[in-house]
């Protein structure tokens, strides 16, 4: 066996996890992007009345909203695939 083979191995892992975690961070900025274009009125919750501008969103309100207090919170809002 090559004895560069573990050192390229590693090198060839590491750069995966950077690359994946690079992908996670984009998606969490998305996701932040977008639940604070949703917060209209900026109190850091989103609505129902915030989310009836997004049918998916609204259709999916009522079980987001885990703590049941009618608003979805930063959270909430990530657990959700909504874009």
Excluded: H
């Amino acid at each position: 066996m090559n004895k560069q083979f573990p050192v390229i191995a590693a090198m060839a892992l590491l750069t995966m996890f950077v690359s994946q975690a690079a992908g996670a961070a984009a998606d969490l900025d998305k996701s932040i992007e977008t639940f604070k274009k949703l917060d209209v009125n900026n109190n850091g919750f989103i609505s129902l009345k915030e989310a009836e501008v997004n049918p998916d969103l609204e259709d999916a309100f009522v079980d987001a909203d885990v703590n049941e207090d009618g608003q979805l919170s930063l959270a909430e809002f990530e657990k959700m695939n909504i874009e």
